[in-house]
């Protein structure tokens, strides 16, 4: 889902500009996307209410980073217990001219898998913001 229509309450407001500023630590010439799905039939079909999605944009091609946009998509379980949702994983995708040319899963082997691999020095950056905003949620 959308982050802007996930922006409910200061606390989760502040938690998105977090996510938001430590990817741009990591990639500052990245343009962030609040919205970076269409609000149309067949989007709305596949939308996740557990899922924070933001897109970043470079501006062209990155070279480093094998696309020109990235997904990040943090994905939670609302506990019904505790009445709390709980971060149980980022899946962040890559996108070029061709369509996806990798994915990174926290959820299982936190490795990238794909067409086009980004420099190894990508892959740290990656995993270094995915552990942060763990950090961020835990």
């Known amino acids: 889902m959308n982050a802007s229509e996930q922006a409910m309450g200061l606390d989760f407001t502040s938690k998105i500009a977090a996510i938001v500023n430590l990817f741009k630590i990591e990639f500052p010439d990245a343009k962030a996307d609040l919205k970076p799905w269409q609000n149309d ?10 899922s924070l999605d933001i897109g970043f944009h470079f501006p062209g091609w990155s070279r480093r ?20 949702r709980k971060l149980i994983g980022i899946d962040t995708t ?11 899963s926290t959820v299982e082997k936190w490795q990238i898998e794909g067409n086009y691999q980004p420099t190894q020095e990508v892959e740290d950056r990656l995993k270094n913001f995915c552990r942060q905003v763990f950090q961020l949620f835990n």
């Open 41 to 50: 039939p067949n989007t709305r079909e596949f939308s996740d209410p557990d």
């Open 65 to 84: 980073c094998q696309c020109r946009s990235m997904l990040v998509q943090v994905r939670f379980y609302t506990d019904t217990v505790e009445t709390k």
């Open 94 to 104: 890559g996108f070029n001219h061709q369509g996806i040319a990798w994915r990174l």
